[in-house]
């Protein structure tokens, strides 16, 4: 059975950091590439970063800078540094799995990520 499990959301004020990890099982992790997603309330799931089997990092024009993905295949985790955070960052945060040839994908439950004074 497959599982994302995130963690390490919570409440932060302006300015503030997170780091949200996302431990897998069920997969084998080193031929996944690993994202991470979020949506806020009353708007579309949207493409946060991401981090490919090489290592190949893509991070949304509005997080660039602040934000830095991560992986450790040694321990199935992937990892969201999120820093100067900001209340438009506010969102619920999910973990996406995906691999081609055969295409899979997975998603975790998310974590709520909420930015406010």
């Known amino acids: 059975q497959v599982q994302l499990v995130e963690s390490g959301g919570g409440l932060v004020q302006p300015g503030g950091s997170l780091r949200l990890s996302c431990a897998a099982s069920?997969?084998?992790?080193?031929?996944?590439?690993m994202a991470w997603y979020r949506q806020a309330p009353g708007k579309q799931r949207e493409l946060v970063a991401s981090?490919?089997?090489?290592?190949?990092?893509n991070l949304t024009d509005s997080v660039n800078g602040r934000f830095t993905i991560s992986r450790d295949n040694a321990e199935n985790t992937v990892y969201l540094q999120m820093n100067s955070l900001k209340p438009e960052d506010t969102a619920v945060y999910y973990c996406?799995?995906?691999?081609?040839?055969?295409?899979?994908?997975?998603w975790g439950q998310g974590t709520q990520v909420t930015v406010s004074s």
């Open positions: 996406y799995a995906d691999r081609r040839l055969p295409a899979l994908h997975f």
């Open positions: 981090i490919t089997t090489s290592y190949t990092t």
């Open positions: 069920g997969i084998i992790f080193s031929i996944y590439t």
